[in-house]
């Protein structure tokens, strides 16, 4: 979940502790738990809540009373903000000063350097000058070491005060503040170690939100605890999201930083710099003025009462007779609205008791203190007083902690009922499963949303292929999307526009499905990822376009791929979600008239982007109809189809070549085998081309071979007879002589045999050399008709390039050379040069037998059954409006922003990303492989598309009346947190709230009143009355 801060180990070892100390607070036959172990109404949770707010307070002023805030200074700030109605700040000043006071020279002994003498004497054992004796001795002496101190006297003041409104000098009430000073003595350098004076920055807190919180009996003139949380704001979702609960942490949060930074200025700055910076002469010295340390100081025995505890049958809080007297500035009252006479809360007289056990455990603590540390009276920096505020600072952190931590004990609390009553955590796709399920009950069957996986087939024929959008999570899981669908028959739509190119535009008359897709994201989490997924099955073909619409009858292209043979092509989706309507028009309220409008009309223009669509195409149809065949006559004509393709595809052959030529009263089988004499001899004009140009390169090839050895020849006359005879071994040829000849060896002449034979050649002669001039001059003779493209062997081998090439390079080098068709001279082929999309006229065919012939009857007949379907388009628009796609989520965005009072829906922009993933079988053999399209790949499978679509349009003149168009709305419905957090902590039914975000997509899409959309049953009356 979000926001959370929930320890929960650390929280429950805290609670097993201050529980064994509850029982000895309390009775011995008492028994409170933790509130989960207990049994209680939702309400409860709001009580325990306030309980545990109000403790906190009081253990608080607990605190606080000892730090200065005693009875006679609390009516004072609490008149400031009741009566004076202003705020008051808690601060802590503090101020430091640096003097010189005396330099003194002292002895300082180096215990660590010792001088020795050594003395040597000697001694005769008798007067006559007999023996003598030497004797040695040596004698250490201590080395004192004359150094300067220099003596600074530090001063420091500090203060704890609060002030009203925004003056801190009048109207003042002071809590404490103390002065005090210290030597500090240092060596080495006269330079003063702290600045002669230094005020530091005030730490300042907000103490408004506790003095509001505090009410005063008039009875007793007692000052209780008031905290209440208000149920009735929109801004109260749960015990522990609203605004009370939100601004009780932030205080408590700002007070304990407080006081921990209060605390560091004296551990850090007081007794780490200032303190630690004594560096007297002789150790020893200060080793005895050592103190004890601030940093030992610690709230572990300190009591805090507040824990989220239950009890069974307890009376209600406040009803019960105070059994000891209240020794805190603060008491808890008697909850207000309590309706029962018992309450799993603990009653008044209980917390009594804990908040006097905390009062206990601080007076202990402080006399701890008092022993260790110097009286507060000492001319110390060090003292009791600092101790007490760094112990403070301690209980007042451990307070808050304590606090944060039962707080969010609620909302755990919570999360686990929830868990245990439904069985497991939920999470976003267990959310999309089970709108997927109740989707399906809610709506009635011909308006339930249904799975974007579309066969794409013709009538009782077996399908061609399959798109489908599909999603998957971080499972893994693989499934299509479910929209909501509206179907559009062709023949009541006008025809819809596809421009290929600048030149070019298509007329398509299919059928058209309008789709809403409502997603779902939690929080800050991905959504999964979403592909566009088309395959294709054995021996079948269609031609796959993605793009947006840009007009009523207007399709903008974005990619497109043929699909052919069990090809499968994952088109990965991206998601770009626009701002909702709410926070759309907030954002440009403070523009000015001009920067609106332009605001406004690019908005628009987004939301008309967002219209998605997926065209599919049926190749075989179209084909049929391009071609002038009945319907079905290419549907088992499966070669026939592959070579179709490739002529229009690979060699963009105009279809006037291959169509349909004869009567129209022949036979299925005489127009089908018609077409195929045409595809036969297109074929065969394109193999005789090859076969020619494969020739061509075979005489250059043996022109190169022959430049070469006339080289060597001129080579070898120049250098003599013995270079010529390593010259012909190298080429493998035989010698230029018979005298060569008889010197060279057998394997010399062999090898020129083979090497002739391999190059189709004998060695050079005048005749070969005009025959190979004739050949040459041939090859660059253009065919009628035809423009062949020539490359010169010499141009792509270097001069110096050895001769030794064996068949097979020569051979590779011929399927590297461009070939282009070339026709036999029995037939006059005309091709005009191609361009896609337009073409340059051709010269019209000099005889009847050319291939290229006028359109037949039957061509016609299956143009006009074309127009007869966009004409029934066009009568049909005059009688019904065209539905306008680009004006869908306009439509949307105006009913969101005015039923969306969250704006957590947000219109979406589909649009296809790279790289693309194709799985393609190379044979019928082979194992399908995967390969990735990128932005290069799939700009040439777009324009391999465009160019067959080209071909079956004849440039836009046929219409497309074998497609179908899918246009995609999508929507994102947001939710902040995830589906827990959802549920728990914002209290909010997500279920509901996609309820009313999906009828008002599928009344805009379906073009019906809600009310129409949902089945019979309890689901009508209970959303009529959620959303009227």
């Given at each position: 979940m979000k926001y959370t801060m929930f320890h929960e180990q650390q929280f429950r070892s805290q609670v097993e502790s201050a529980l064994e100390l509850v029982q000895q607070v309390l009775d011995v036959n008492r028994k409170p738990r933790l509130a989960e172990d207990m049994d209680h109404e939702y309400d409860d949770k709001y009580a325990l809540a306030e309980f545990l707010t109000n403790t906190t307070i009081a253990a608080q002023m607990n605190i606080l009373e000892r730090m200065?805030?005693?009875?006679?200074?609390?009516?004072?700030?609490?008149?400031?903000?009741?009566?004076?109605?202003?705020?008051?700040?808690?601060?802590?000043?503090?101020?430091?000063?640096?003097?010189?006071?005396?330099?003194?020279?002292v002895d300082v002994v180096k215990h660590n350097v010792e001088h020795v003498v050594e003395t040597s004497k000697t001694s005769s054992s008798s007067i006559f000058g007999g023996s003598s004796q030497t004797k040695s001795q040596s004698v250490k002496h201590k080395v004192i070491q004359k150094c300067k101190e220099y003596h600074w006297k530090v001063s420091a003041q500090y203060r704890v005060f609060c002030y009203s409104g925004n003056d801190p000098e009048n109207n003042v009430v002071e809590l404490l503040a103390r002065s005090s000073s210290t030597s500090i003595v240092t060596t080495g350098s006269k330079e003063a170690p702290f600045p002669q004076r230094t005020v530091h920055d005030p730490i300042k807190t907000s103490f408004t939100w506790l003095l509001q919180n505090i009410e005063k009996e008039s009875e007793k003139q007692q000052r209780t605890c008031g905290f209440k949380i208000d149920r009735s704001k929109d801004t109260c979702r749960t015990p522990r999201r609203n605004e009370e609960i939100d601004k009780s942490v932030a205080f408590f949060h700002d007070l304990s930083f407080w006081f921990s930074t209060v605390k560091q200025h004296f551990i850090k700055h007081v007794e780490t710099d200032i303190l630690g910076?004594?560096?007297?002469?002789?150790?020893?010295?200060?080793?005895?003025?050592?103190?004890?340390?601030?940093?030992?100081?610690?709230?572990?025995?300190?009591?805090?009462?507040?824990?989220?505890?239950?009890?069974?049958?307890q009376e209600v809080p406040g009803s019960a007779t105070r059994q000891e007297e209240p020794k805190s500035l603060l008491v808890l009252a008697s909850p207000t609205g309590t309706t029962t006479t018992t309450s799993p809360l603990m009653s008044l007289g209980d917390i009594d008791k804990l908040l006097n056990e905390q009062c206990r455990t601080l007076d202990d603590t402080m006399a701890e203190l008092t022993s260790v540390f110097p009286s507060h009276q000492l001319m110390k920096l060090v003292t009791i007083a600092e101790a007490s505020i760094v112990f403070f600072s301690l209980g007042a952190s451990s307070l808050f902690k304590q606090y944060q931590q039962s707080i969010e004990y609620i909302e755990e609390m919570l999360r686990k009922q929830l868990i245990a009553a439904i069985g497991k955590e939920v999470q976003p796709k267990d959310f999309q499963e089970f709108m997927k399920f109740h989707d399906q009950k809610l709506f009635a069957p011909q308006f339930a949303p249904k799975p974007f996986s579309y066969a794409i087939r013709r009538p009782n024929h077996y399908p061609y292929g399959i798109i489908s959008i599909e999603g998957s999570g971080?499972?893994?899981?693989?499934?299509?999307?479910?929209t909501h669908v509206r179907f559009l028959p062709g023949e009541d739509a006008p025809a819809m526009s596809i421009p290929i190119n600048a030149a070019t535009t298509i007329q398509m008359t299919g059928d058209r499905y309008l789709h809403g897709w409502i997603n779902h994201r939690?929080?800050?989490?991905?959504?999964?990822?979403?592909?566009?997924?088309a395959r294709a099955r054995q021996f079948s073909s269609f031609l796959l376009i993605v793009g947006v619409m840009a007009g009523a009858d207007q399709f903008s292209p974005k990619d497109a791929i043929i699909v052919q043979n069990k090809d499968e092509v994952l088109l990965p989706l991206l998601l770009n979600e626009l701002p909702t309507a709410k926070e759309f028009k907030d954002a440009i309220v403070s523009l000015s008239p001009e920067q609106q409008r332009f605001a406004t009309s690019f908005r628009g223009m987004q939301l008309e982007s967002s219209v998605f669509g997926v065209c599919v195409i049926q190749l075989k149809p179209q084909m049929e109809a391009l071609l002038g065949l009945p319907p079905d006559a290419l549907t088992k004509e499966i070669r026939l189809t592959q070579d179709l393709m490739s002529l229009f595809v690979d060699y963009q052959i105009p279809s006037d070549l291959l169509s349909f030529d004869g009567s129209c009263e022949a036979s299925v089988k005489d127009k089908v085998d018609c077409v195929k004499g045409h595809t036969k001899a297109v074929l065969d004009v394109i193999a005789?081309?090859?076969?020619?140009?494969?020739?061509?390169?075979?005489?250059?090839?043996?022109?190169?071979?022959?430049?070469?050895?006339?080289?060597?020849?001129?080579?070898?006359?120049?250098?003599?007879?013995?270079?010529?005879?390593?010259?012909?071994?190298?080429?493998?040829?035989?010698?230029?002589?018979?005298?060569?000849?008889?010197?060279?060896?057998?394997?010399?002449?062999?090898?020129?045999?083979?090497?002739?034979?391999?190059f189709g050649c004998i060695p050079s002669s005048d005749a070969d050399a005009r025959r190979a001039s004739q050949e040459e001059e041939r090859r660059r003779t253009p065919v009628s008709g035809m423009v062949f493209l020539s490359m010169p062997l010499a141009e792509t081998v270097p001069p110096r390039m050895s001769a030794m090439v064996d068949a097979r390079q020569c051979s590779m080098m011929h399927s590297m050379m461009p070939m282009a068709p070339r026709p036999p001279a029995a037939v006059e082929v005309q091709t005009p040069i191609m361009v896609r999309g337009t073409a340059a006229p051709a010269k019209p065919p000099a005889s009847a037998s050319s291939v290229a012939s006028r359109p037949t009857q039957v061509q016609h007949a299956a143009v006009d059954r074309v127009a007869v379907l966009m004409s029934q388009g066009e009568g049909a628009e005059t009688h019904h409006s065209a539905l306008d796609f680009t004006s869908i989520p306009k439509q949307l965005d105006s009913l969101f922003d005015k039923h969306d009072s969250d704006s957590s829906i947000r219109a979406t922009i589909l649009e296809t990303g790279r790289p693309w993933k194709r799985m393609r079988q190379d044979n019928l053999l082979s194992k399908a492989k995967q390969s990735r399209l990128n932005k290069d790949d799939c700009k040439s499978e777009m324009d391999k598309a465009f160019d067959l679509l080209d071909a079956l349009s004849r440039s836009g003149a046929l219409p497309i009346a074998f497609a179908e168009l899918h246009v995609i709305v999508a929507v994102t419905h947001c939710f902040e947190n995830d589906v827990m957090g959802t549920v728990v902590q914002d209290n909010v039914n997500p279920i509901e709230k996609v309820e009313k975000s999906t009828l008002m997509v599928a009344s805009t899409i379906q073009g019906e009143h809600a009310q129409e959309l949902i089945g019979a049953g309890p689901d009508l009356q209970r959303l009529t009355d959620m959303f009227p």
């Amino acid at each position: 979940m979000k926001y959370t801060m929930f320890h929960e180990q650390q929280f429950r070892s805290q609670v097993e502790s201050a529980l064994e100390l509850v029982q000895q607070v309390l009775d011995v036959n008492r028994k409170p738990r933790l509130a989960e172990d207990m049994d209680h109404e939702y309400d409860d949770k709001y009580a325990l809540a306030e309980f545990l707010t109000n403790t906190t307070i009081a253990a608080q002023m607990n605190i606080l009373e000892r730090m200065g805030l005693t009875g006679n200074k609390l009516p004072r700030l609490y008149d400031m903000v009741h009566v004076d109605k202003r705020s008051v700040t808690l601060v802590f000043e503090t101020e430091d000063t640096c003097t010189f006071s005396k330099e003194q020279l002292v002895d300082v002994v180096k215990h660590n350097v010792e001088h020795v003498v050594e003395t040597s004497k000697t001694s005769s054992s008798s007067i006559f000058g007999g023996s003598s004796q030497t004797k040695s001795q040596s004698v250490k002496h201590k080395v004192i070491q004359k150094c300067k101190e220099y003596h600074w006297k530090v001063s420091a003041q500090y203060r704890v005060f609060c002030y009203s409104g925004n003056d801190p000098e009048n109207n003042v009430v002071e809590l404490l503040a103390r002065s005090s000073s210290t030597s500090i003595v240092t060596t080495g350098s006269k330079e003063a170690p702290f600045p002669q004076r230094t005020v530091h920055d005030p730490i300042k807190t907000s103490f408004t939100w506790l003095l509001q919180n505090i009410e005063k009996e008039s009875e007793k003139q007692q000052r209780t605890c008031g905290f209440k949380i208000d149920r009735s704001k929109d801004t109260c979702r749960t015990p522990r999201r609203n605004e009370e609960i939100d601004k009780s942490v932030a205080f408590f949060h700002d007070l304990s930083f407080w006081f921990s930074t209060v605390k560091q200025h004296f551990i850090k700055h007081v007794e780490t710099d200032i303190l630690g910076n004594r560096n007297p002469a002789n150790d020893a010295t200060a080793h005895t003025n050592a103190a004890p340390k601030l940093t030992s100081v610690s709230d572990s025995q300190l009591f805090c009462p507040v824990i989220p505890l239950l009890e069974p049958n307890q009376e209600v809080p406040g009803s019960a007779t105070r059994q000891e007297e209240p020794k805190s500035l603060l008491v808890l009252a008697s909850p207000t609205g309590t309706t029962t006479t018992t309450s799993p809360l603990m009653s008044l007289g209980d917390i009594d008791k804990l908040l006097n056990e905390q009062c206990r455990t601080l007076d202990d603590t402080m006399a701890e203190l008092t022993s260790v540390f110097p009286s507060h009276q000492l001319m110390k920096l060090v003292t009791i007083a600092e101790a007490s505020i760094v112990f403070f600072s301690l209980g007042a952190s451990s307070l808050f902690k304590q606090y944060q931590q039962s707080i969010e004990y609620i909302e755990e609390m919570l999360r686990k009922q929830l868990i245990a009553a439904i069985g497991k955590e939920v999470q976003p796709k267990d959310f999309q499963e089970f709108m997927k399920f109740h989707d399906q009950k809610l709506f009635a069957p011909q308006f339930a949303p249904k799975p974007f996986s579309y066969a794409i087939r013709r009538p009782n024929h077996y399908p061609y292929g399959i798109i489908s959008i599909e999603g998957s999570g971080n499972d893994g899981k693989v499934e299509p999307i479910n929209t909501h669908v509206r179907f559009l028959p062709g023949e009541d739509a006008p025809a819809m526009s596809i421009p290929i190119n600048a030149a070019t535009t298509i007329q398509m008359t299919g059928d058209r499905y309008l789709h809403g897709w409502i997603n779902h994201r939690f929080g800050s989490s991905s959504t999964g990822s979403f592909t566009l997924s088309a395959r294709a099955r054995q021996f079948s073909s269609f031609l796959l376009i993605v793009g947006v619409m840009a007009g009523a009858d207007q399709f903008s292209p974005k990619d497109a791929i043929i699909v052919q043979n069990k090809d499968e092509v994952l088109l990965p989706l991206l998601l770009n979600e626009l701002p909702t309507a709410k926070e759309f028009k907030d954002a440009i309220v403070s523009l000015s008239p001009e920067q609106q409008r332009f605001a406004t009309s690019f908005r628009g223009m987004q939301l008309e982007s967002s219209v998605f669509g997926v065209c599919v195409i049926q190749l075989k149809p179209q084909m049929e109809a391009l071609l002038g065949l009945p319907p079905d006559a290419l549907t088992k004509e499966i070669r026939l189809t592959q070579d179709l393709m490739s002529l229009f595809v690979d060699y963009q052959i105009p279809s006037d070549l291959l169509s349909f030529d004869g009567s129209c009263e022949a036979s299925v089988k005489d127009k089908v085998d018609c077409v195929k004499g045409h595809t036969k001899a297109v074929l065969d004009v394109i193999a005789d081309a090859k076969k020619a140009e494969l020739e061509d390169m075979e005489q250059i090839a043996k022109h190169h071979v022959n430049e070469r050895l006339a080289e060597s020849a001129s080579w070898a006359n120049w250098t003599g007879a013995s270079t010529v005879h390593r010259g012909s071994e190298s080429f493998g040829c035989t010698p230029s002589s018979d005298a060569d000849t008889r010197r060279a060896s057998p394997f010399c002449t062999s090898t020129a045999h083979r090497s002739s034979e391999l190059f189709g050649c004998i060695p050079s002669s005048d005749a070969d050399a005009r025959r190979a001039s004739q050949e040459e001059e041939r090859r660059r003779t253009p065919v009628s008709g035809m423009v062949f493209l020539s490359m010169p062997l010499a141009e792509t081998v270097p001069p110096r390039m050895s001769a030794m090439v064996d068949a097979r390079q020569c051979s590779m080098m011929h399927s590297m050379m461009p070939m282009a068709p070339r026709p036999p001279a029995a037939v006059e082929v005309q091709t005009p040069i191609m361009v896609r999309g337009t073409a340059a006229p051709a010269k019209p065919p000099a005889s009847a037998s050319s291939v290229a012939s006028r359109p037949t009857q039957v061509q016609h007949a299956a143009v006009d059954r074309v127009a007869v379907l966009m004409s029934q388009g066009e009568g049909a628009e005059t009688h019904h409006s065209a539905l306008d796609f680009t004006s869908i989520p306009k439509q949307l965005d105006s009913l969101f922003d005015k039923h969306d009072s969250d704006s957590s829906i947000r219109a979406t922009i589909l649009e296809t990303g790279r790289p693309w993933k194709r799985m393609r079988q190379d044979n019928l053999l082979s194992k399908a492989k995967q390969s990735r399209l990128n932005k290069d790949d799939c700009k040439s499978e777009m324009d391999k598309a465009f160019d067959l679509l080209d071909a079956l349009s004849r440039s836009g003149a046929l219409p497309i009346a074998f497609a179908e168009l899918h246009v995609i709305v999508a929507v994102t419905h947001c939710f902040e947190n995830d589906v827990m957090g959802t549920v728990v902590q914002d209290n909010v039914n997500p279920i509901e709230k996609v309820e009313k975000s999906t009828l008002m997509v599928a009344s805009t899409i379906q073009g019906e009143h809600a009310q129409e959309l949902i089945g019979a049953g309890p689901d009508l009356q209970r959303l009529t009355d959620m959303f009227p």
